[in-house]
């Protein structure tokens, strides 16, 4: 069955560092892949976006990579801030018109 | 731009009553909607999809009577909770998706209480 599972469910770091966050999938070929923030109490907020054909995504800080023989994709936070703390999730679609998949999430706190 | 409303935020009921929530894509025309709930620390839950003007497709579980999906237009989907019971309170987010086919952007979710 398909099952997408992120790092560790809690992640620590220190002000600064570059955090950098699990997404693995299994039995899955998506189309493209998403990174969603979310807050407490709130929905979550689109970050980015990275198609299958594609290794490599930056925004600012942020930073995607996809991996399709490895079947993973990993989100980095450089220069990490404590307003950084939040919790993360990536969404797989396996076509370009389908419903995504979410994971878990990994919740990040980044500590002053 | 890409922004999604939710109305109401919050709301608490009596069991039994029946309860909507609104979602409205704010600037950008949402071919399909995605309804959610989500309960304390646990991931997004997917409850259904609709597409503009056709019936809604639920997931496995999910009682299609229970929860009442309206998607009339492009910028309007409605989730009603019939007969509302405690073990329904929970956070229910709505998300949309545009003609481009691929990100969803979430509304600010609905949590929903019922006493």
């Known amino acids: 069955s398909q099952k997408i599972e992120q790092n560790s469910e809690a992640l620590n770091i220190q002000e600064g560092k570059t955090a950098t966050l699990t997404c693995n999938y299994t039995n899955y070929s998506p189309a493209y892949l998403q990174w969603y923030r979310q807050d407490p109490g709130r929905g979550p907020v689109f970050l980015l976006l990275?198609?299958?054909?594609?290794k490599e995504k930056r925004k600012e800080r942020l930073k995607v990579t996809f991996d399709t023989t490895l079947k993973q994709s990993l989100f980095h936070i450089t220069a990490s801030q404590p307003a950084d703390s939040a919790t993360y999730l990536c969404?797989?679609?396996?076509?370009?018109?389908?419903?995504?998949?979410f994971g878990d999430g990994t919740t990040l706190t980044v500590k002053p | 731009g890409a922004v999604v409303s939710q109305h109401p935020s919050r709301v608490i009921c009596k069991s039994g009553t029946s309860v909507k929530i609104e979602c409205r894509s704010l600037d950008f025309q949402a071919t399909t909607m995605f309804w959610y709930r989500q309960f304390p620390k646990q991931s997004l839950m997917l409850m259904a999809t609709s597409n503009e003007g056709s019936k809604a497709t639920y997931e496995q579980g999910v009682e299609k009577d229970k929860f009442l999906i309206n998607h009339a237009s492009l910028t309007l989907s409605t989730l009603t909770v019939t007969s509302a019971h405690p073990e329904d309170s929970s956070f229910y987010i709505c998300?949309?998706?545009?003609?481009?086919?691929?990100?969803?952007?979430f509304g600010p979710g609905t949590r929903l209480l019922v006493l």
């Open positions: 969404a797989l679609a396996n076509t370009n018109a389908g419903k995504s998949t």
């Open positions: 990275i198609r299958e054909n594609e």
């Open positions: 998300s949309a998706r545009g003609t481009s086919g691929e990100t969803q952007y």
